[in-house]
């Protein structure tokens, strides 16, 4: 059988560092940070008093007032950043067969927000069950494709993948292979979260994975840095159109670039964790290429996961340099969570996003921050610091891990023009 070739012909995104893709664009490129301190709730007695939060963002300029309150932001998040790349991708959604078109979302926590307050509520009342009839479909992370797909009328495939970080990734993989095998024509996929709340910062707090640098929060995600201290919580939300190529060609959609591979692996090793030797990241990285007919040498960027955390960016570097060897010290290697903090389920979603514009516009985002050089990285690396470097792209990769050993792969290549 031979299988469909996939594209993306449209972008959606709602981010700390910008309100759609133009605003995202800019942000990334000028090596933008979102971080400031928490604005949503009061933070005296947190240990870090920081994040990336969605900045001038109020719902009722999207929703009217009696639909945002039955929407958790992470589904707020979902159905701004759809919205956005389905109108960029000039779908007229009168002429598509919406049974071939589907909605595959990652989230890898959903409506934190709604089950914290409901909870706190019961707890202080009087014993009474009174939760509000909307706490379960606010709550659960599957109602965030549900709603897109009720808003327009999509009536193929309609699920949420959930993998911790890597939830929009694997969203973006089965994607590509639903339109692959071509039991569809159309998906609209990526991720949203929104765990900025008192039980994301105070769960997070308790593993000691958040960085606490609250004298100076703008410079707190700072991967690949000798003094990183942990990662910066972030939320809202990426989409992507994926498109097959014959029907996306003779709509005249404008094309992106295509979605060649994607790669799935487990590091079966620690809960939160990575292996060590980063052997569950070498293998992703090897299963995408495999699946792309590519081989190391030809790719030019990677986005890592690059979270700021002690472990886990040597562990990435390193299963790099195993995997592409030489052509490590010619690939522009970059982390944008250095910009725009960790989205959780959605950050695969918006560093893909990151990926596909680096290529169209043949400049490669800033890891910002960086100012301590770390001695256990290697120096041969160009890890694309402070400033973003002009590069032509024709394939770029995406990493993205979660915890429970998830690790997922994005490869996408330049169209021929």
């Known amino acids: 059988m031979e299988l469909k070739r996939v594209v993306v012909t449209g972008l959606g995104a709602l981010t700390p560092i910008g309100n759609n893709i133009s605003e995202y664009w800019d942000g990334l490129k000028n090596g933008k940070s979102g971080c400031a301190p928490i604005t949503y709730f009061d933070i005296e007695k947190f240990k870090t008093k920081f994040a990336c939060e969605i900045k001038d963002y109020n719902p009722e300029d999207h929703f009217d007032r009696k639909e945002a309150r039955k929407l958790d932001r992470f589904a707020q998040y979902a159905l701004i950043s759809s919205d956005e790349a389905i109108v960029d991708a000039g779908i007229n959604l009168d002429m598509v067969d919406k049974f071939r078109v589907g909605v595959i979302w990652g989230a890898g926590i959903g409506g934190l927000k709604t089950f914290q307050d409901e909870v706190i509520n019961f707890a202080e009342g009087d014993g009474t069950p009174r939760f509000n009839p909307f706490f379960i479909p606010k709550m659960i992370a599957d109602i965030a494709p549900g709603n897109i797909s009720i ?215 800033p890891t910002i921050n960086h100012t301590t050089v770390d001695e256990s990285i290697d120096p041969s690396l160009n890890l694309t610091l402070n400033t973003a470097q002009k590069r032509e792209i024709k394939v770029a990769m995406s990493n993205t891990f979660g915890f429970g050993g998830h690790n997922a792969c994005v490869l996408f290549k330049k169209m021929d023009a």
């Open 151 to 365: 808003k327009h009328g999509f009536m193929g495939p309609n699920y949420t993948t959930v993998s911790a970080c890597a939830s929009s990734a694997n969203a973006m993989i089965d994607a590509l292979n639903y339109i692959r095998l071509g039991h569809c024509d159309i998906i609209v996929t990526g991720g949203s979260e929104a765990a900025v709340t008192p039980a994301g910062m105070g769960g997070f707090n308790a593993m000691h994975a958040l960085s606490t640098r609250n004298e100076s929060p703008e410079t707190a995600s700072r991967p690949f840095d000798a003094t990183r201290d942990g990662f910066v919580l972030g939320e809202g939300a990426g989409a992507l159109i994926l498109e097959e190529y014959e029907h996306a060609k003779k709509r005249g959609a404008k094309i992106y670039a295509e979605v060649v591979g994607g790669g799935m692996s487990s590091d079966a090793y620690h809960m939160t964790a990575p292996h060590p030797d980063g052997i569950g990241v070498e293998r992703v990285m090897l299963n995408c290429l495999n699946d792309a007919g590519m081989k190391p040498e030809d790719v030019d960027t990677i986005n890592t996961h690059g979270t700021s955390t002690p472990l886990g960016d040597v562990a990435e570097l390193i299963a790099i340099s195993k995997v592409f060897g030489d052509h490590a010290k010619t690939i522009n290697i970059n982390s944008t969570k250095s910009m725009t903090g960790h989205l959780l389920g959605a950050a695969g979603a918006i560093e893909a996003i990151a990926s596909i514009l680096a290529m169209k516009h043949s400049l490669v985002p």
